[in-house]
């Protein structure tokens, strides 16, 4: 969906109340809205009442709509919000799962050797991102898998881009000496 369809979108669900606009908006953001709470909240069934809230706000102030610039950021932001104050309240600690960080190379070959070596590299890959701090396995994640850019995670988790830029360097070095360590072997 493109910026201008989902700004047709929240102009129809704030003037005129469009439900099925809304639907559309719904589906179009819900999976990458239930990714960003499963990082944070490990009961599945939490993180959907979370990502449902969400919407149920957005449909709730559906009057100020039209006035959103970028809805993806906002909404990752308001789910990021209610995260939060759901760890809060309940007293625990954030989860920050990097589990679905999926490393896909190229198809290289397809001798069992190569396999072998790329599910070795993959493995040595996905423990070194296991290893990095959780904040900075949060902004890698957000970038790597989400796509996100870095002044979309930065607006997200409330930091600088410059602190994106940080954590994305310190992992990117942290994975590559992993790795050369392990070649020299």
Known sequence: ?????????????????????F?????????????????????????????????????????????????????????????????????????VSIDDIQFEPQHFGTSPDTKLNLADLKGIINQAISQLTPQCRLVFKLVKEDGLKYREVAEVLNISTKTVEYHIGNALRQITERLSILSKQ
């Open 23 to 95: 639907k559309q908006i719904y589906f179009y953001f819900y999976e990458d809205m239930l990714k960003l709470a499963r990082k944070f909240i490990s009961c599945e069934d939490d993180a959907e009442e979370i990502v449902d809230d969400a919407f149920l706000k957005i449909w709730n102030n559906r009057m100020k709509l039209y006035q959103i610039n970028n809805l993806k950021v906002y909404l990752f932001v308001c789910v990021r919000n209610l995260c939060f104050n759901y760890i809060e309240k309940t007293k625990r600690s954030p989860i």
């Open 1 to 21: 969906m493109s910026e201008l369809e989902i700004r047709d979108l929240l102009i129809r669900i704030s003037l005129n109340e469009d439900r099925m606009a």
